[in-house]
């Protein structure tokens, strides 16, 4: 079954009572059971609801994975992944992240005994020169955020499998239309649900996907012990979100192109940072991973400076300045002071995140109408 195929049917099916073609809102907290233990399915909707295991086994299904599970949000579906581990275990992470990663790494986990090391993962050396008896796990995220790197999959696969380690990778601004890390060698795929997958900027979601069924156990053990899950609603918006992934992925990406080899042209920009450019250093390693390049892209301005960045973000109309990205509306973004701001400004520094650098999520309206808009800003 093809993509397009998959996000619409897989994993999902008519409602057995109504023959309802969308997967109902099962907006109940618990279900009545004919005799303890002797039930439909379900007991109580924090271990298990219909419309959310409908989205988990489509979720599944979009990235190759067996089984798939949903979280409140992102950030629980990461600190879910960390809650396999315990003090003295060590994790090493690209040093190019979001920063909201970076400061549940650093602030909430790094207390209770688990060591980071944040390296660049340009080639095998880098990552293994911190490897030791207590790494347990590699996390990644390619596309990063918020330089647009690239990080070859396959190639920390063969690190991670030389070592015996979890390795895991944010998909969030690729989606499962573009890239699929299980099939690079990955154990563990998470999103931000909230953007991309469900991409109308209404949700607030994070998923993880796995393929191996121990893992899985652990994982749902997690989940359910925790308790961070998403609400029936929330899972009914990502799942008619998804129906229309393959199409909106294709215009972010049209439009992404146009708009970056705009701002590659522009005089007032010293930078543009976007992989499907022969010169973006993961060009080729892009090539061979991605199906498309994205409509994420950042890029940093001649004048370097907070003030220069500022200005041109207060002058967008079309361009949203807010948090978030992935919807079909274009947001705009600071990341030095929004988005990794939690990260000390030597380390943002370090791998490119200066005070002039913003960052575009571009969405699905006429590119026209959005170079004009960035036209206008730029002045």
């Not at 099916?13 to 969308?22: C, E, F, K, L, R």
């Not at 042209?265 to 992989?275: L, T």
Request: one cysteine or more.
């Amino acid at each position: 079954m093809k993509f397009a195929t998959k996000a619409i049917h897989s994993g999902l099916s008519a409602d057995p009572t109504t023959g309802a073609i969308m997967t109902p809102i099962y907006q109940t907290s618990t279900f009545v059971q004919q005799s303890p233990g002797k039930h439909k399915g379900y007991e109580y909707a924090r271990t298990q609801n219909p419309t959310r295991d409908a989205l988990e086994r489509n979720l599944a299904a979009l990235e190759n994975g067996s089984h798939g599970l949903c979280f409140a949000s992102g950030m629980a579906a990461i600190d879910t992944i960390i809650k396999l581990f315990k003090p003295g275990d060590e994790i090493i992470s690209a040093n190019d992240l979001y920063g909201g990663t970076y400061r549940l790494f650093t602030k909430v986990f790094e207390p209770y005994g688990i060591k980071f090391h944040f390296v660049s993962m340009k080639d095998k050396d880098s990552i293994e020169s911190v490897v030791n008896k207590n790494t347990k796990m590699i996390w990644l995220e390619t596309p990063t955020n918020p330089m647009i790197s690239i990080i070859d999959l396959k190639m920390v696969a063969e690190v991670a499998k030389k070592h015996k380690l979890i390795y895991a990778v944010d998909n969030t601004f690729a989606t499962p239309y573009l890239q699929r890390p299980i099939d690079f060698g990955a154990d563990i795929v998470m999103h931000s649900v909230t953007k991309y997958l469900g991409g109308h900027s209404d949700v607030i979601m994070g998923a993880v996907i796995v393929k191996d069924e121990k893992l899985c156990e652990r994982l749902s053990f997690i989940q359910n012990s925790c308790g961070a899950v998403p609400g029936p609603n929330d899972c009914f918006l990502v799942l008619r979100g998804i129906k229309t992934l393959h199409l909106r992925m294709e215009r972010h990406c049209e439009n992404g192109r146009k708009v970056a080899s705009f701002l590659a042209e522009h005089p007032k920009v010293a930078a543009v940072n976007w992989p499907g450019f022969e010169t973006h250093p993961g060009h080729l390693i892009a090539r061979n991973q991605m199906k498309d390049f994205g409509g994420m892209i950042s890029f940093t301005l001649k004048e370097d400076s907070q003030k220069a960045a500022f200005t041109i973000l207060e002058k967008f109309e079309l361009f949203a300045l807010a948090e978030s990205l992935g919807g079909v509306e274009s947001l705009c973004g600071h990341p030095a002071s929004m988005t990794h701001a939690a990260i000390p400004k030597t380390e943002r520094e370090k791998v490119g995140v200066k005070d002039s650098l913003i960052r575009l999520s571009v969405g699905i309206e006429d590119a026209d109408d959005l170079i004009d808009d960035l036209a206008k800003a730029l002045g």
